[in-house]
């Protein structure tokens, strides 16, 4: 039974140049979190979603970020016009329910972003 | 809105003694809590939870933490540390507030554990 599968697991890019992050959930969770690691600091909320749905992006900034979980995949996190400071790991979770603030999520190994 | 302090952003112990890793937490409401821990370039796995159960929650690897509400506090304990147990360890909260009851956590700032032989 598979985990949390993140891909990739390291991406380096240049300043300006998008990036893209495949999160495919546990089999039988269908909702999904993105949290972004800057370095030296604890996980930070971006965004939740459902199957086609964004629930809730109140973490996700304004700009150059985008998320999706089509019907059929993996979800993905998108970041256009990549900077030095979206540097970061990120990490997705999925739970099988969304019910309650008691769900345990299960993360992925997370995907570490370098922008030179 | 809520949040959570871990105080000491790092801990050093010898194999074998306690370790105590601090967590407050400041929620309006009641809060779940988590522990978590992220071995190097890995994910994080769930180390224990608390969900207004029993106040003393017991987690693998001999890991417990018991819920203080009067102190606001959830400090994740272990009698005997082993070396095995060097990794970084984050306390989480969430809740059921706002109609947004999901898996919304907000995290600490983390604590790195190191274990000396």
């Known amino acids: 039974n598979a985990g949390v599968m993140q891909n990739p697991r390291h991406l380096v890019r240049r300043r300006g140049q998008e990036a893209r992050l495949r999160c495919s959930p546990m089999k039988g969770h269908s909702h999904v979190y993105w949290y972004r690691q800057l370095p030296e600091e604890g996980l930070k909320f971006m965004v939740y979603l459902q199957k086609e749905n964004i629930i809730d992006e109140s973490g996700m900034p304004k700009e150059r970020f985008s998320a999706e979980f089509p019907k059929e995949g993996p979800s993905i996190l998108r970041i256009q016009q990549v900077v030095r400071g979206d540097s970061a790991a990120y990490f997705c979770?999925?739970?099988?329910?969304?019910?309650?603030?008691?769900?345990?999520?299960?993360f992925g190994a997370g995907s570490r972003l370098t922008v030179l | 809105a809520q949040s959570v302090t871990q105080l000491g952003s790092h801990v050093s112990v010898s194999e074998g003694a306690l370790v105590l890793l601090r967590c407050n937490y400041s929620?309006?409401?009641?809060?779940?809590l988590f522990w978590y821990v992220q071995y190097p370039n890995q994910g994080l796995q769930l180390l224990l939870k608390?969900?207004?159960?029993?106040?003393l929650v017991k987690g693998i690897n001999g890991f417990e933490a018991e819920f203080k509400k009067s102190e606001t506090s959830f400090h994740l304990t272990k009698p005997s540390a082993h070396m095995s147990d060097a990794a970084e360890y984050f306390c989480a909260v969430s809740t059921n507030a706002g109609g947004t009851s999901y898996g919304k956590l907000t995290f600490g700032q983390g604590t790195i554990l190191t274990v000396h032989p």
């Open positions: 979770a999925s739970s099988r329910t969304g019910g309650s603030g008691a769900n345990v999520l299960t």
């Open positions: 929620s309006s409401v009641p809060p779940y």
């Open positions: 608390y969900t207004s159960a029993a106040t």
